[in-house]
Structure formats: structure tokens, C-alpha cells
């Protein structure tokens, strides 16, 4: 079997089963998604049937990490949704290079096809041109730019939005804005690109919070505002309150021992209250950089 073959046969389907389901949950039907993704209803059926626990057992089996497909998931359906078939095409082709060049469905090529163990084909003949957890960034900034109304949550000091590669362990692990969200005559704008080790503090913020809840593997930062964090509670997501801290330098000390004190390992928000050199700001953190926006888009509405 060819190497696009595998991976037509063994990662399209259940990428597109999760394109699917992240369609249906932004709201969409079934014919709304079938028209979008170029399926039939009955095919978007058949992937919304998809258990989400098979799908992930599937990937693991595959080689391929879990959440690093659900974040390219999420992007793919924004995309769609955004009416931008061309940017979806590119990374899906782009993200299937990707998982190939990397070799992660060799172990299953030899084990279950029979391909000789010295075949180096993938490493040498494919290559990606977008990197899935840029276009993540790109995608869910584009989200919260759409958003009416967007700059009334975006703090003094501007929004970051960040997303870590899976097994991240440094700033450099992580994607993020080289400059900021800011607002402009009411306006909200974005300056600088996506880039890894982009935006230093809250990526440091965001590693900090992974290591405690690894479910959360991407983050925003916006104004720290008392309605938006009571709107937040009442979707039940789990607020940690930190500060004010007595100087700049204090507050990750300060974050680390509120996170040291967590009895369950979930984190989904934590209001800062900031200090002396240091304004007040909310981090909302997610699955997914589109998750996280999601979230604080909350707080616009």
C-alpha cells in the first residue's frame, strides 16, 4: 500500500469524523456540513456516529497525537466555516505530509502491510509547508477578530492567544503572537505574526497550567472584567483567583502556588488581579486555541 493510500485509508476518515463533530458543535446540520466538507448527509451521519473515545483510541494506535489533531480539527472547521475551501485543503494535504514525514504510521506500514523496516520513503519524499499548531494560532485569532463588540474585552496591555505542540516543555514549545491584539479607535487589531516562543509570558503562564491539567494546551489573555468571570463560573468552568502580587517579578511565583493548591486538576480560567506594574487580566485556556476563544468570546456576548 502507498503512503498516501495508508493514510487515505487510516487518518483522513477520522480527521474528517472530527471535522465533522466540531461543525455540529458550532451549531451547524447535518446538510450545513455535508455541503461544506463536499460529503454526502448520509457520510456526515456516519462521522458524527463516530464514538469521540474510538476515534482517539484510533490515533493513539496509529501513532499520531491525539491532541495535536483535534487542534488541526478545530482550524479545518473554521476554515470551512470562514468559506475558505483552499486554506482547507492545504492543511489537511499539509497535515497528512506532515504525520508522514514523521513516520508516525511506519510501525503500522510494517506491521500490518509488510513494508520492509528500512524503507525511508516518507522521511526523505514529503514535506509540510504549514505548521498545524501556527495555522491554530492564525485560525482562532481570525475567530476573535470577527467578533462585534471583540475590543471592549481586550486589556491595556493587549490579548495573546497561544498554543503549545504537544510534549511542550519550553516558551519555544509554544505558538503565540510576537506582538499583540490591541485595541485602535474601538477597533481591535492584530500586530505581529504567530510564530514559536512569540509571546513569553503568557506561554510561560500557559506551561505552568499544562503541567497541573495537561488537557489544557492553549490559552488567551483579555481584560480582567468581575461579569465576564461570573458569566465564565455559570458555564462551569473552574476560576483560580491570583494577586495582587507586590511586584512584576512575583507573578509567577504568586500563579504557581495557587496551581499548587488545586485539589482537582482542572483549570480553566485564572483571574489575575494583578499589582504594582501590573494590570488585572483573565487567562481562559482550552483544548484548543479555537476552545479557549470560544470561551472568552463568551464574555461579548
Known amino acids: 500500500m502507498l503512503p498516501h493510500e495508508l493514510a487515505a ?3 483522513a476518515p477520522l480527521l474528517k469524523s472530527l471535522v465533522a463533530r466540531m461543525l455540529s458543535k ?3 446540520g447535518q446538510e450545513r ?6 460529503v454526502s448527509q448520509p457520510m456526515v451521519s456516519k462521522y458524527l456516529k463516530r464514538d469521540i473515545d474510538v476515534i482517539k483510541k484510533a490515533f493513539d494506535e496509529l501513532g499520531v497525537d491525539f491532541n495535536e489533531v483535534v487542534a488541526v480539527a478545530d482550524a479545518l472547521s473554521s476554515q470551512l466555516i470562514r468559506g475558505d475551501v483552499q486554506s482547507y485543503m492545504a492543511l489537511f494535504a499539509s497535515y497528512i505530509n506532515l504525520v508522514l514525514s514523521r513516520g508516525d504510521l511506519c510501525d503500522m506500514h510494517i506491521r500490518k502491510y509488510g513494508v520492509s523496516p528500512s524503507c525511508n520513503i516518507c522521511f526523505s519524499l514529503f514535506s509540510s509547508n504549514v505548521d498545524p499548531i501556527v495555522e491554530e494560532v ?3 485569532i481570525g475567530m476573535f477578530l470577527s467578533r462585534p463588540g471583540i475590543a471592549r474585552i481586550i486589556p491595556n496591555v493587549g490579548t495573546n492567544i497561544v498554543a503549545a505542540k504537544p510534549g511542550a516543555q519550553r516558551i519555544t514549545d509554544v505558538v503565540g503572537l510576537t506582538g499583540a491584539i490591541v485595541r485602535a479607535n474601538h477597533r481591535a487589531t ?3 505574526q504567530p510564530a514559536y516562543g512569540g509571546s513569553k509570558h503568557t506561554a510561560n503562564i500557559l506551561l ?3 503541567r497541573v491539567d495537561p488537557s489544557k494546551r492553549a490559552g488567551v489573555v483579555i481584560a480582567y472584567i468581575d461579569e465576564c468571570i461570573e458569566r465564565l463560573k455559570k458555564q ?3 476560576v483560580i483567583f491570583t494577586g495582587p502580587h507586590e511586584s512584576p517579578q512575583e507573578i509567577y511565583g504568586d500563579i504557581q502556588r495557587e496551581l499548587a493548591k488545586i485539589k482537582v486538576d482542572k483549570v480553566d480560567v485564572i483571574a489575575d488581579k494583578g499589582g504594582i506594574g501590573l494590570e488585572p487580566v483573565v487567562y481562559i485556556f482550552g483544548s484548543s486555541a479555537g476552545e ?3 470561551h472568552a468570546l463568551k464574555c461579548v456576548d
Do not use: D, Y
Request: proline share 0%; hydrophobic share 60%; no cysteine.
Open 9 to 11: 485509508k487510516h487518518v
Open 26 to 28: 458550532k451549531g451547524l
Open 33 to 38: 456540513i455535508a455541503k461544506l466538507m463536499g
Open 138 to 140: 492564525k485560525e482562532a
Open 190 to 192: 492584530a500586530v505581529g
Open 208 to 210: 505552568m497550567v499544562m
Open 236 to 238: 462551569g468552568l473552574k
Open 292 to 294: 479557549a476563544v470560544l
